[in-house]
């Protein structure tokens, strides 16, 4: 038991050494939905690219096991208690992760989310990868250049929950009157497991015999959409397409099953927010409507009344591209 | 504070009474088992002090105590249920289903303490369904609460859908986010509260007597005059109960409902409750033993989160521990038998 006093006694001590030693470069959390997912482990490469390019920063990449709030908010607890500069966090809720990143921005670090967002007073700036119009307005378009006399599309989306799906989803069907001769006859929900994505897009396919394509805005239904598709034997008749990433697709593109899908750079996306949360964290711009960020190679971005702002268009992928693509992400 | 936790687990076992064990190297075994869990709790504390400079720091160990203080009000009530041979694997779902109510009461205009009680309500229904189900019709409770997990999470998801429930009362604020005093939380108040309630039932009357009489011979406990089937139903009602306490904290901690609110949740109860050194088949088990196991899994899960370990080494961190903590003192007792 004395030893044990002992060593917790050096511990504070060593603690009381240890802080300020390491506070030299800014230390900024890319804090993802979940660990594992090929999108933000690509996402992390461009944080760790703006970091070489800025120089006194070093990257945290971290998030939980599974899409939770709850285990998010967990990650965020041990990050506010490390005193990092800032956290920039895709959030698997939009209102959960609220009063943690309050929390947070009491004790001064700068909060920026990115990809998905949080609400408005849960951060200070939110960088969408793209605008949500554009993105509702690509994966309809895609589905219809392929669909010239019209057809029946159906959508497989991530979890009822999921805030990107969902408003994206919204978008499209703003402008589903542009394209004449487009049906949308269902949208059912995968929760981003391959396994239960698979079994609906086969549902979708015995529902609706005349189905001519999926839409899937997510990178794991639009995979498991195109399995489907091939082991129905319905390539060429059904053509799957939405958001997902170049090296889980290329088989699908080679097989037929996709004949092209869009999707904005991640790469591109972890710099950026890297970026962003560094100028906000150093001071050099106040997060306010408006605001003029410079986010590096990716140029300028501004702020909108909300405090978010948007990167860049979605990318489209098909055969004449996806061979330079698919190694990269 | 290690020092008196050490010495009083022991000495309150040593004068606590005899009859509810059958042979004494029953209770050294149970004995070893809650200071092996010590042990480790301490040495990871001790770790984790050398591992990160931030570890030590009040607030930030408060923090830290989130981690774990629902998910033990529930082990305290699971922990009382797997001892009598049964589980409840709806737990989370009810607190989906909890907190799914009290945003409709929210919603309709109705302030915090309506909110609470729809809150516990709730809690308590679903555990009186859950009851019903297992000792009325005498289903098997492992079954009943499998089918009962889709079905209060999925009544969930019809009322909420896509949405959610914000904008709760700021005073709601208090279950959740609030601190009784300095960094010591309400949160974690209610849970030393509750700890010590199931701590004395457990241990101190003829009901606690009851539920380990129930776990380890339910035919010879009904033939020895315990009302099996209404001891069982209480259970139920207690554990639907504390799924309702922590509904209201979860809530009031996220200051909105989803219907995936606390998912998987349930299988992190169970495995407090098994860490803690309850016998999953049955008959034996402690109080203590679940809160040392709720410090050992909420120091584990802050400790590797102030290194940046991958939420996947935590997982894996926690099922080795797991298996170590149940294994260890079978091999300990295998080796001992053949020396």
Redesign the interface.
């Known amino acids: ?1 004395k030893l ?1 006093k002992l ?2 006694t ?3 001590a ?6 300020p030693a ?1 506070a030299e470069d800014m230390r900024i959390a890319l804090v993802v939905k ?3 997912i090929g999108f933000f482990e690509a996402a992390a490469k461009g944080a760790e690219e703006a970091a070489s390019e800025l120089g006194d920063v070093e990257i ?7 899409t ?4 998010q ?3 965020i ?2 990050l ?4 990092v500069d800032a956290i920039a966090v895709s959030a698997n ?4 992760l ?2 943690t990143l309050k929390k947070a921005m009491q004790r001064g670090i700068t909060v920026i989310s990115w990809d998905s967002g949080v ?1 408005e007073d849960g951060r200070q700036a939110h960088l969408n990868p793209s605008s949500n119009a554009l993105i509702g307005n690509m994966i309809v378009k895609l589905a219809a250049d392929e669909l010239p006399e019209g057809g029946d599309v159906a959508v497989l989306s991530a ?4 805030t990107n799906q ?1 408003i994206w989803i919204e978008e499209m069907t703003k402008v589903l009157p542009n394209y004449p001769g487009i049906n949308v006859v269902g949208t059912v929900y995968g929760d981003d497991l391959a396994d239960k994505s698979y079994r609906e897009a086969q549902g979708l396919m015995q529902s609706y015999p005349d189905l001519d394509a999926i839409i899937a805005p997510t990178s794991v239904g639009i995979v498991a959409a195109a399995q489907a598709v091939v082991d129905a034997g319905k390539v060429g008749e059904v053509n799957v397409t939405g958001l997902g990433l170049p090296s889980e697709m290329a088989g699908a593109i080679e097989s037929g099953a996709s004949k092209s899908f869009a999707i904005w750079n991640p790469i591109d996306l972890g710099y950026s927010a890297t970026m962003m949360a560094y100028h906000l964290a150093k001071g050099d711009v106040e997060a306010a409507p408006g605001a003029e960020i410079e986010i590096g190679r990716m140029g300028t971005i501004t702020l909108d009344e909300t405090g978010s702002a948007a990167m860049a268009d979605p990318f489209v992928y098909d055969e004449s591209n996806i061979d330079d693509f698919k190694s990269i992400f | 504070m ?2 008196a936790e ?1 010495t009083s687990a022991p000495e309150a076992r040593a004068r606590g009474p005899v009859p509810d064990r059958l042979r004494a190297p029953w209770e050294a075994k149970l004995k070893s088992w809650e200071s092996l869990l010590l042990v480790v709790a ?1 040495g990871i504390f ?1 770790l984790n ?2 591992a ?6 009040a ?2 160990l408060s ?2 105590t ?2 774990f203080t629902e998910k033990a009000m529930i082990a305290f009530a699971m922990a009382l249920l797997i001892i009598a041979g049964e589980i409840d694997l709806s737990v989370a779902s009810i607190i989906a289903l909890a907190s799914t109510a009290m945003g409709l009461v929210m919603e309709a205009g109705f302030g915090t303490p309506a909110i609470v009680a729809t809150g516990l309500v709730t809690g308590l229904l679903c555990g009186a369904f859950n009851g019903v189900l297992v000792t009325r019709l005498g289903l098997p409770s492992i079954v009943v609460t499998i089918g009962t997990m889709s079905l209060f999470r999925g009544i969930s ?1 019809i009322v909420l ?2 949405g ?1 429930f ?1 904008g709760y009362p700021s005073d709601f ?1 208090f279950f ?2 609030g601190y009784a005093f300095w960094v010591i939380s309400v949160e974690l108040v209610i849970f030393a509260v509750l700890a010590v309630i199931y701590g004395v039932v457990l241990h101190r009357t003829n009901f606690g007597r009851a539920v380990y009489a129930i776990g380890n011979n339910p035919t010879g406990a009904l033939f020895s005059g315990i009302r099996v089937a209404r001891v069982k139903m209480i259970l139920f009602l207690l554990t639907g109960l504390m799924s309702g306490v922590a509904a209201v904290c ?1 809530t009031s ?4 409902t ?8 349930e299988l992190e109860v169970v495995t407090m409750v098994v860490l803690g050194g309850v016998n999953i088949l049955g008959g034996s088990g402690s109080i203590p033993g679940v809160v040392i196991a709720a410090f050992v899994m909420g120091l584990v ?2 400790g590797l ?2 290194l ?1 370990v ?3 080494v ?2 894996i961190f926690i099922g080795l521990l797991l298996i170590g903590v149940i294994a260890l003192p079978r091999l300990w007792a295998k080796f001992r038998g053949r020396a």
């Not at chain 1, 809720?93 to 959960?96: H, I, S």
């Open positions: 038991m044990a060593l917790t050096a511990a504070v060593a603690g009381l050494f240890a802080g390491s979940a660990l594992g945290i990449y971290t998030g939980p096991t599974d939770t709030a709850e285990g908010i967990e990650v607890n041990a506010i208690a490390q005193q809720d939009t209102d959960a609220v009063p609400a979890t009822t929950t999921s969902n | 290690s020092l050490t301490i001790i002090s050398f990160s400079p931030y570890f030590l720091n607030w930030n923090d830290a989130f981690n998801y859908g896509d959610a914000r604020a959740g986010q979860l901690r996220l200051g909105s989803r219907p995936s609110i606390a998912s998987g949740m899960t802050f989160g102030l940046n991958p939420g996947i935590m997982s």
